[in-house]
């Protein structure tokens, strides 16, 4: 097999808004680190030595580095899991029965490893046999049709067929069973998706502003970057082998709002607009991440590119990860563990020589996102820029939706707008492109009176669940249903006036980002009143997003679920300002 090579067409330099001209930014905006690695670090030039190298179009870690690595990196070297797609090896797989294929170490490791690659996690623990589907979706932007091909597949799986709005702007469908994935796979290419490199150790879905190109304040449209760079990781949905070996998974975003919508402090990568000497481009965040044992913000690079070389900085971190990453215990191979190693001088002169001109011009001083900014909230009816138009942001109750939702809000999309949905990272759903004359009539549709509000409870509109326990072997409690039951319950206790972002995870891989969020719930397992194990939670406090962000801290170990909505009732009057409800005499 040969390397293949595809040109990437940047898109042409974004006008500013109206405003950029007049207006002097003070400061340029970036998460502070929790622990700063050092600027300066004596690197050994061995270390520096690339540690994977091409073979026949795929990169394969060197038998010198090869000691002590992790079991997952032993199953790369057997066999590159791309070509299960690259060369249909997923047909064959499809083929044999799943008794068969859980029998030999090989296909075993395939359907448990090497499928994440294609996007298909095994849900064996809850689910055997069956898959979870996580798509590309870059920006969240997607079309009615593809949301009714979606609503299709999920449809034939009866009541283990759903589909989630992601923590990053995605869809992911569940219920699939292997042999539909050669059919599905087709099914997503000619509705213009895809699913191909969306899990395990791949770049993760770009996220980008959910108002771009409609919100009138928007710095820049970060479509045209999101798209791309989602079509240089995949090569255009071909597969690329150059980005799909790194040391651990890898997230990126490029921002457009002074909102931060993107979270940007949380991404290994996150491109922060920013002019320079009259050209307009980004400055640099790298870093950002979540694990079990460890969670950075991200930090600066001291670098700025222009637009033309969003991709070539990409490739080049990409690259220095890659080429330099640790590959022994998975709890220390996120980028930030290298950047730590280095330093983030030595890092980035890692980055530097792997640009096409080999250097990186220092970072900018003129950020563009205005520091003192209140965050808006897209819930609710919004005038979009485009005159006699406006968008309305419709609450997806943690995210989880059935086949029949899908085909409705692609049937509103239709009606009522121009076809198109936008998902957020808070799991909401955005329906841009409405006429001001169909407001009325959408805002009266069924769904958006008895599911999908427009105006949900101040509660419930920053409420955040990962999977659970519900279908992710992981997860050590349930999380869905017990956020919106918990979240009911707390709202019957007391009155809050402003919002608060309650986010809920299953466990400590924190897919459900409670470090973020005002009071974050880590699932775990607690003791009750009589000493017995049960279902709890570790509760976190005071997780910022915008422009001074920070991570929260834990405030309460080892909380039983059964014990949560008192406690939360108390945090709320505590720390939020919440009012108590004065319930009559005889109310239930």
């Not at 970060?222 to 690329?240: C, K, W």
């Not at 329906?431 to 769904?447: D, F, G, Q, T, W």
């Amino acid at each position: 097999m040969s390397s293949f090579s595809v040109r990437f067409f940047a898109p042409q330099q974004p006008l500013l808004p109206s405003t950029a001209s007049s207006f002097k930014p003070k400061t340029w905006v970036m998460a502070a680190p929790t622990t700063a690695p050092a600027t300066s670090v004596d690197v050994d030039g061995v270390r520096l030595e690339p540690r994977v190298e091409e073979r026949e179009g795929y990169f394969v870690l060197k038998e010198k580095f090869r000691d002590g690595i992790n079991p997952q990196e032993k199953i790369k070297i057997d066999k590159d899991p791309l070509k299960l797609f690259m060369e249909a090896g997923i047909d064959e797989l499809a083929k044999m029965s799943f008794e068969d294929l859980d029998k030999a170490k090989a296909t075993k490791d395939d359907i448990d490893v090497r499928l994440k690659w294609l996007g298909l996690f095994h849900r064996r623990k809850h689910q055997y046999g069956r898959f979870m589907m996580r798509l590309k979706l870059p920006n969240g932007v997607t079309t009615s049709a593809q949301t009714r091909y979606l609503a299709s597949v999920i449809r034939k799986y009866g009541k283990e067929g759903c589909a989630d709005v992601t923590t990053r702007q995605n869809w992911q469908i569940r219920g699939v069973v292997l042999p539909d994935v050669p059919e599905i796979l087709k099914g997503l290419d000619e509705v213009g998706l895809t699913s191909l490199q969306s899990g395990m150790d791949n770049v993760r879905n770009p996220v980008g502003n959910p108002l771009a190109g409609i919100d009138p304040e928007e710095i820049v449209d970060t479509r045209p970057y999101t798209n791309l760079l989602s079509q240089f990781i995949t090569a255009n949905s071909r597969g690329n082998p150059a980005v799909a070996n790194l040391p651990r998974k890898w997230n990126v975003c490029v921002v457009g709002s002074h909102d931060l919508y993107e979270h940007p402090h949380i991404n290994d990568l996150a491109y922060m607009p920013a002019t320079k000497n009259g050209r307009f481009g980004f400055n640099l965040l790298v870093g950002g991440f979540f694990s079990t044992k460890r969670c950075d913000e991200a930090i600066p690079l001291d670098a700025w590119v222009s637009a033309d070389d969003v991709i070539p900085l990409c490739k080049a971190v990409l690259e220095a990860y890659r080429d330099l990453g640790y590959r022994g215990n998975r709890q220390k191979t996120r980028m930030m563990w290298l950047i730590d190693e280095l330093g983030i001088e030595v890092f980035r002169s890692e980055v530097a020589k792997r640009m096409p001109q080999k250097e990186l011009e220092r970072a900018s001083d003129e950020d563009l996102v205005q520091k003192q900014w209140e965050r808006r909230d897209y819930l609710g009816v919004h005038p979009q820029k485009q005159e006699g138009f406006s968008y309305i942001g419709i609450h997806i109750p943690v995210g989880r939706v059935q086949a029949d939702d899908m085909d409705e809000l692609a049937r509103l999309a239709d009606t009522y707008g121009s076809g198109e949905l936008r998902l957020t990272v808070e799991q909401n759903i955005i329906i841009p492109n409405v006429e001001n004359s169909k407001l009325e009539a959408l805002l009266n549709e069924p769904l958006l009176k008895d599911r999908f509000s427009p105006q949900p409870s101040i509660l419930m509109k920053g409420l955040v669940a990962c999977t659970g326990n519900q279908f992710c072997g992981q997860a050590i409690i349930e999380t869905k249903a017990r956020a919106l039951k918990v979240t009911e319950e707390v709202e019957r206790l007391v009155s809050v006036s402003r919002p608060v972002r309650m986010h809920w995870t299953g466990c400590p891989n924190t897919c459900g980002q409670v470090q973020v969020a005002d009071i974050g719930f880590m699932g775990c397992m607690a003791r009750d009143e009589n000493g017995k194990p049960c279902e709890g939670a570790d509760i976190f406090l005071g997780g910022r997003i915008g422009s001074d962000s920070h991570l929260g801290e834990l405030y309460k170990k080892g909380v039983p679920c059964k014990n949560l909505v008192p406690v939360v009732a108390d945090i709320l009057v505590e720390h939020f300002g919440a009012v108590p409800r004065q319930r009559e005499e005889g109310e239930d």
